[in-house]
């Protein structure tokens, strides 16, 4: 398509040149912008030769038209003297290349040619098959992870991913399993450690997991939601001991590694067995509930749900005397006391095996009964508006000495307002004592 205003111009470049003999076909002459993007609205053209100057539309806006129409179409910009700085403006619209008025059959065809080299490599690279296969490659593992996404959330597959002899890996099982692993940082160490390479960090976990794993012949490992590397373990039996045991132990060797290499901490859980690929939505909530036991069991470990699903002995009647002596300590600002009983009630729930839920509940007990101590001494326009964001806060924790070092600042802040409070107040009664005794008791 040929889009030049001035009739002559347009004539002459329409015949100076033998199209066909190049490799082209012109389709169109437009008179302005406004009729070269009508015509592109409905037809596609794969070169556009465009002067800059013409009414309506100028040849740069009508570039921007183009990109958004046909992005891959290739542009030619023709120009006088006077604007070829202006024309540099259409660099950012990718222009192939500029002409200068006026211009000549030698250099106009040289230019043609060129492009014409420039348009048949790239049409013949998007359609070459070794290079579509060596991107498919390439793009395999991207595919693999979709397909295995689909699989454990229950998603419907695409077509093209229900072969497994295109994803090169094999599904079939008795059994399944479902692991899933989170990475923490294991403190400043790891900051230092990876510094601006830090977003390698999930693919060099998951290079190591995966080669482990396939070590031990287990070889589907996939990156989950979030930060979350994901694995489906295959086994032959349900309560199979020996493969289960071989699996534990690979994992566990997987954090250690992580942690040496890495200087990061690696939490694994892992869920029962299930029998059908349909099931594996319910593995991966339940890989996920053994994580949430990471607060209570630790982190650089693999937890199993058969592991911390053990019936509970504790009871809340255990903590209830300490949790009203806590409220005490908290009013009479005793920081020493308040120390030892924060110490023996965490104590008391590690010790016991309690469930998530019922270390949850605790903490709800624990936070309700801070407040209620400071509740109960301030004055009414002082008192505390219960932040709920504390739960969500502490829920998010990891670690269970880390929480138990939140609440016993949480009750020593608490008791240093109270302790202040009172002190304003004492303040107050002897100002007032000394106005009342300078009013009455003043010699006359």
Not at 237 to 247: C, G
Not at 281 to 298: K, M, P, Q, T
Request: proline share 2%.
């Amino acid at each position: 398509m040929i889009v030049e205003d001035e009739i002559p111009i347009r004539n002459i470049i329409a015949r100076m040149i033998d199209w066909k003999e190049l490799g082209f076909e012109l389709v169109y002459q437009a008179d302005n912008g406004q009729m070269a993007l009508a015509y592109l609205e409905t037809e596609k053209v794969d070169l556009i030769i465009t002067d800059i100057s013409m009414p309506f539309m100028d040849g740069l806006e009508l570039c921007q038209h183009i990109r958004k129409l046909l992005p891959t179409t290739t542009i030619v910009i023709l120009t006088g003297h006077n604007e070829f700085n202006y024309a540099q403006k259409a660099i950012e619209l990718n222009v192939s290349n500029y002409l200068l008025k006026p211009i000549t059959r030698d250099g106009f065809t040289k230019t043609l040619q060129e492009i014409k080299l420039e348009m048949d490599e790239k049409y013949h690279t998007l359609n070459d098959l070794v290079f579509l296969r060596k991107q498919y490659h390439n793009s395999k593992e991207v595919l693999k992870n979709k397909f295995f996404i689909n699989l454990m959330f229950g998603y419907t597959q695409p077509h093209y991913l229900n072969h497994e002899e295109i994803l090169d890996v094999s599904i079939e099982s008795s059994w399944y399993s479902v692991g899933v692993m989170t990475i923490e940082d294991s403190g400043e160490e790891a900051d230092g450690f990876w510094g601006k390479d830090r977003p390698l960090l999930e693919f060099a976990v998951y290079n190591l997991s995966r080669e482990l794993l396939g070590s031990i012949h287990q070889d589907i490992v996939f990156f989950g939601p979030g930060n979350q590397i994901c694995m489906i373990f295959k086994m032959h039996e349900e309560k199979n001991v020996e493969s289960i045991n071989e699996i534990i132990l690979c994992l566990e060797d997987v954090s250690v590694q992580i942690e040496s290499h890495f200087k990061m901490s690696a939490t694994i859980g892992i869920s029962e067995a299930y029998k059908s690929l349909t099931d594996l939505s319910f593995a991966y909530d339940e890989a996920n509930a053994a994580l949430e036991y990471r607060v209570l069991e630790g982190s650089e470990r693999v937890i199993t749900k058969s592991s911390v699903e053990k019936k509970s002995s504790f009871t809340f009647r255990k903590i209830e005397e300490q949790l009203k002596r806590l409220e005490y300590s908290i009013k009479v600002g005793d920081t020493s006391s308040l120390k030892k009983i924060i110490t023996y009630v965490f104590s008391v729930v590690n010790y016991e095996n309690v469930t998530i839920n019922e270390f949850r509940t605790f903490l709800m007990q624990l936070t309700m009964s801070i407040f209620k101590s400071y509740n109960d001494i301030s004055s009414n326009d002082e008192e505390v508006i219960f932040d709920y964001t504390i739960f969500s806060r502490v829920f998010e924790m990891s670690d269970f000495a880390e929480i138990q070092r939140y609440y016993l600042n949480l009750c020593e802040d608490l008791s240093n307002k109270i302790q202040s409070v009172r002190e304003d107040e004492e303040q107050g009664h002897v100002k007032e004592a000394c106005t009342y005794i300078e009013e009455n008791y003043t010699d006359p």
